[in-house]
């Protein structure tokens, strides 16, 4: 399975640098993992937050790969526990997905087009993430389910 992962801003702080590339390190051997960040638009600047998420959707939509299977991480999304999403990543694969492409949009949130776009929705909880944590969480869960499709410790 090939993950990409289409995140809107670049993380600036060096500790979201480097717990991200941990995870991308620690994810070579199970799958080809990318990220893909597009840039974030100022609201300020572009006229209101709708505005802003209209541009960032544009160019998240350019950014993802033509075949994948898409899913958006937003706070409706569907909730699954680190074994379930192993097993949905395990189904999707074995009906023939062989890309997953996840999207984490900026502070403003995810564009109608990108959610239209989506295959499907997945949430961390009710709770709303900083982006730069939200994709550290996710390249993690990620790690965490290959460890736990091969049956490799890791999960507790």
Known sequence: MKFTVVAVGKLKERF???ACGEYLKRLQPYSKTSVVEVP???PARAGGDAAAVER?????????????????????????????????IDELGVSGVSEIAFVIGGSCGLSADVLARADET????????????????????LYRACKISRGEPYHK
């Open 16 to 18: 979201w640098a480097d």
């Open 40 to 42: 974030d638009v100022d």
């Open 56 to 88: 960032e959707g544009s160019s998240v939509l350019k950014a993802l790969p033509d075949r994948a299977h898409v899913i958006a991480l937003a706070i409706g999304g569907k909730q699954r526990s680190s074994e379930g999403l192993a097993a949905h």
């Open 122 to 141: 997945l949430s961390f909880g009710p709770m709303t993430l900083p982006h730069n944590l939200a994709r550290v969480v996710l390249l993690e869960q």
